[in-house]
């Protein structure tokens, strides 16, 4: 990922990597034994799907979002 994502995206994020692959923390601690992990597939498989799914509920109440407005401009 290019440069630093916002606060909101990084709470996501922080939640995810404890919520379903049990990473105490996204920031990096300078040891390998706090900065690696062995992660079975389907906890990444369970993760990443868990992302992709809030990035698509936030692209939905974007779209939401933009279409009302439109509604109550005409």
Same mark, same amino acid.
């Given at each position: 990922?290019?440069?630093?994502?916002?606060?909101? @995206? !990084?709470?996501?994020? !922080?939640?995810?990597?404890?919520?379903?692959?049990?990473? !105490?923390?996204?920031?990096?601690?300078?040891?390998?034994?706090? %900065?690696?992990? %062995?992660?079975? *597939? #389907?906890?990444? @498989?369970?993760?990443?799907?868990?992302?992709?799914?809030?990035?698509? #509920?936030?692209? +939905?109440?974007?779209? %939401?979002?933009? +279409?009302?407005?439109?509604? *109550?401009?005409?």
């Amino acid at each position: 990922m290019n440069g630093k994502p916002n606060k909101a @995206l !990084e709470t996501l994020l !922080e939640r995810i990597a404890s919520k379903e692959l049990g990473i !105490e923390t996204l920031k990096t601690r300078r040891r390998d034994a706090l %900065d690696f992990h %062995d992660l079975d *597939v #389907a906890s990444i @498989l369970d993760a990443l799907l868990t992302a992709y799914l809030a990035g698509a #509920a936030a692209l +939905q109440r974007t779209i %939401d979002a933009e +279409q009302a407005r439109k509604a *109550v401009a005409r």
